[in-house]
């Protein structure tokens, strides 16, 4: 078992930046990857970045690309996602996500534990 507590969400203005943090406790050593995902209102969760537990390789939304960076301090098995140039469709709960093996990361129905969302809310 894995458990998932996100933070760091908020309300923040276009163009602003915003650090989102997973802190995770449980079996984390048999973790393969972290990732992020996102649920904006009305819409279906989205793949946003994920981090590999070996080597650290991540992957990104092309839709996020180049503004969000994931990133894992092992020491306090947390996972961050730095979010730059915010936009107002960035909007939504977003969601910190683990699972224990490889496979399709952009698929959410993969990933075995979830946490239960921190609120983005990006004004214009």
């Known amino acids: 078992q894995v458990q998932l507590v996100e933070s760091g969400g908020g309300l923040v203005q276009a163009g602003d930046s915003l650090r989102l943090s997973c802190a995770a406790s449980g079996r984390t050593s048999s973790t393969h990857a972290m990732g992020w995902f996102r649920e904006g209102a009305g819409k279906e969760r989205e793949f946003v970045a994920v981090?590999?537990?070996?080597?650290?390789?991540?992957y990104y939304a092309d839709s996020v690309k180049g503004r969000f960076t994931i990133s894992r301090d092992n020491a306090k098995n947390t996972v961050y996602l730095q979010m730059h140039s915010l936009k107002p469709e960035d909007t939504a709960v977003y969601y910190c996500?683990?699972?224990?093996?490889?496979?399709?990361?952009?698929?959410?129905?993969?990933?075995?534990?979830w946490g239960q969302g921190t609120q983005v809310t990006v004004s214009s």
């Open positions: 996500a683990a699972r224990y093996y490889r496979g399709s990361y952009y698929n959410g129905r993969e990933y075995q534990y």
């Open positions: 981090i590999l537990a070996s080597g650290g390789s991540t």
